[in-house]
């Protein structure tokens, strides 16, 4: 019960709410302050026909403004019997005769959220994947194209533009067998692309090595300090002339923060937690070992433990 002012009462009571007439009462003179009331909370039960589904959804998905209908047209569905499946049969073959000019697109955006899904990113790097795709597939031009080359490679450039960015081989773990040259070149044609559709060269934004670093450090199951250290160090490589990229960076500084820590990580799990080969952190290692001392921040190591650390 919640309180109220009766206007009979003069004051304020307690009242009660009958949910089935949607009435509310005063619980001491009985007077009817409110009827017919509308509830606005979750109405969580089922309107399928068979008993046992306990799906308490009430409607379908949002409107998707990248497809023709606004994704809301109407699927017939099978039911149980004998007759429901002659009917179902019949009405299915109608339906399937007609075109529907977003199959495809329907296909490609699960696979894109398939991906997004087992690489957990956020539903925005999704949604410009999807709309990435729909530019490309509306200029007709990628048909005999790898599709989930394609598909993938417009996820890379959506994190990339959302400044999320995955490694290709990030990407191409989820990729359905495209290699990282077919979404290197997928990549390349829908940059392309875009370009000829806006007159102007597509903005894919910067990678730093730092974009990488807390998902690379929790892969190894590094602590907090240990985490806060190699960010610390890797935006102060930035501040020197190192030619390398950003996941090699990355990679050096994690392998060369765990060796000034008590819990020191194999040069072999670095590699496979960053998905960067063992000769490639060694060679960044040899080019940030000059720097190391000014790299490194003062909180996390001595001077002298940084003079343990083996010469490359």
């Known amino acids: 019960m919640s309180d109220a002012y009766c206007s009979d009462c003069k004051r304020q009571t307690e009242v009660v709410s009958d949910h089935s007439a949607g009435d509310t009462v005063c619980s001491e003179c009985g007077l009817v302050l409110e009827s017919h009331s509308i509830d606005e909370t979750s109405e969580w039960r089922t309107f399928a ?21 606004g994704g809301l047209s109407t699927v017939i569905a099978k039911p149980n019997g004998g007759t429901g499946e002659f009917m179902s049969s019949s009405l299915g073959r109608w339906q399937n005769r007609g075109s529907n ?68 081989k990030e990407i191409c773990s989820v990729a359905n067998g495209a290699t990282k040259k077919e979404i290197g070149r997928a990549k390349e044609y829908i940059v392309k692309q875009l370009g000829l559709e806006k007159g102007q060269s597509v903005e894919m934004g910067t990678i730093h090595a730092g974009d990488f670093m807390r998902r690379f ?44 820590s008590d819990d020191r990580k194999p040069l072999k ?44």
């Open 101 to 168: 000019p977003d199959r495809g697109l329907i296909m490609a955006f699960k696979t894109i959220a398939t991906m997004s899904d087992r690489l957990g990113l956020v539903a925005t790097i999704k949604d410009r994947a999807n709309e990435i795709y729909k530019r490309v597939e509306d200029q007709k031009s990628s048909r005999g194209r790898n599709q989930d080359a394609l598909l993938a490679a417009c996820l890379y450039i959506a994190c990339r533009q959302e400044d999320k960015p995955r490694t290709v």
């Open 49 to 69: 026909n068979e008993s046992g589904d306990n799906d308490p959804n009430r409607v379908g998905g949002p409107s998707n403004p990248l497809l023709a209908d």
């Open 217 to 260: 450090c929790s892969n190894l199951g590094m602590n907090n300090q240990a985490v806060k250290a190699a960010q610390e160090a890797v935006q102060k490589s930035e501040e020197f002339d190192i030619r390398r990229s950003p996941i090699s960076i990355a990679a050096a500084v994690i392998y060369i923060i765990t060796q000034l």
């Open 269 to 312: 799990d670095i590699s496979v937690a960053t998905g960067v080969a063992e000769g490639t952190i060694r060679n960044s290692y040899k080019d940030l070992y000059p720097h190391v001392s000014k790299i490194i921040p003062g909180w996390y190591a001595k001077e002298e433990d940084i003079k343990t650390l083996c010469s490359p």
